[in-house]
């Protein structure tokens, strides 16, 4: 016998069709192994948006109140090209001298690919 596999658009769908055919929620929610304020919220997305609704929605944040700013960003960047050997307390400083104060992380914005990998998984012994 094989597996049925289905969706999540389609498990999230039989899930609101059920609960609009009058079951009850908290047995969805068990049979469906979720919780339920999730059924609940299926359920309102689905009255209010229809299908779309239902679907899967981005994780990301919506708004980033501590992000540096583009302006203070792309000076940093500026700086950077015009003093390759200088890292990131001088051009603090700099940046400080021209006028522009704290709230930015200026090692995060010179390098966001570059932050140390975990040390301690390079020295594990191998297993094969």
Same mark, same amino acid.
């Given at each position: 016998m094989?597996?049925?596999?289905?969706?999540?658009?389609e498990?999230?769908m039989?899930?609101?069709?059920?609960?609009c055919?009058?079951?009850?929620l908290s047995?969805l929610?068990? #049979?469906f192994?979720?919780? *339920? /304020?999730t059924g609940?919220l299926w359920l309102k997305?689905?009255?209010? !948006?229809g &299908?779309?609704g239902v679907?899967e929605?981005s994780?990301r944040?919506?708004?980033?109140?501590?992000r540096?700013a583009?302006m203070?960003?792309?000076?940093?960047v #500026?700086?950077?090209l015009? *003093? /390759?050997g200088w890292?990131a307390?001088?051009?603090?400083?700099?940046? !400080?001298? &021209?006028g522009?104060e704290g709230g930015?992380?200026?090692?995060?914005q010179l390098?966001p690919?570059?932050?140390?990998?975990c040390?301690w998984?390079?020295?594990l012994?191998?297993?094969?």
């Amino acid at each position: 016998m094989s597996w049925r596999l289905v969706g999540v658009l389609e498990q999230r769908m039989e899930f609101v069709v059920r609960a609009c055919g009058g079951e009850s929620l908290s047995s969805l929610c068990r #049979e469906f192994a979720i919780t *339920r /304020p999730t059924g609940y919220l299926w359920l309102k997305r689905f009255r209010e !948006q229809g &299908v779309a609704g239902v679907r899967e929605h981005s994780r990301r944040p919506q708004r980033s109140p501590r992000r540096t700013a583009e302006m203070i960003e792309a000076r940093i960047v #500026e700086l950077r090209l015009q *003093r /390759p050997g200088w890292g990131a307390r001088k051009l603090a400083v700099l940046l !400080q001298r &021209v006028g522009i104060e704290g709230g930015f992380n200026a090692h995060r914005q010179l390098s966001p690919q570059n932050r140390k990998r975990c040390t301690w998984a390079l020295n594990l012994p191998s297993l094969v």
